[in-house]
């Protein structure tokens, strides 16, 4: 069974940084398209990065600059560096496999305010 825990969020200021991180278990980790994705009240949940197995990245254009999507195949963990940060990244912060619509985990709250 695919668990994914999410931890890492908080508040912070505007301009400030904060660094996500996502543990999973029951897969092959070395080798899964992974990503991260957000929802805030009232929106869709979105998309704003994946990773392949091999390291190939991708952003979406909101986030694009800013955040940096990473692994360590050794602690079977994503993490999310998020730079700059605008009170629009405001959200809950998810992570899954990639195209899973599946196995959601609780998510972590970033609040991004002065």
């Known amino acids: 069974q695919v668990q994914l825990v999410e931890s890492g969020g908080g508040l912070v200021q505007p301009g400030g940084s904060l660094r996500l991180s996502c543990q999973v278990s029951g897969i092959t980790f070395r080798t899964a398209f992974l990503g991260w994705y957000r929802q805030a009240p009232g929106d869709q949940r979105e998309s704003i990065a994946a990773?392949?197995?091999?390291?190939?990245?991708s952003y979406s254009d909101s986030v694009k600059g800013r955040f940096t999507i990473s692994r360590d195949n050794a602690k079977s963990t994503v993490y999310l560096q998020m730079n700059n940060l605008k009170p629009e990244d405001s959200a809950v912060y998810y992570c899954?496999?990639?195209?899973?619509?599946?196995?959601w985990g609780q998510g972590t709250q970033v609040t991004v305010s002065s």
């Open positions: 899954n496999i990639v195209r899973s619509n599946r196995n």
């Open positions: 990773i392949t197995g091999i390291g190939s990245t």
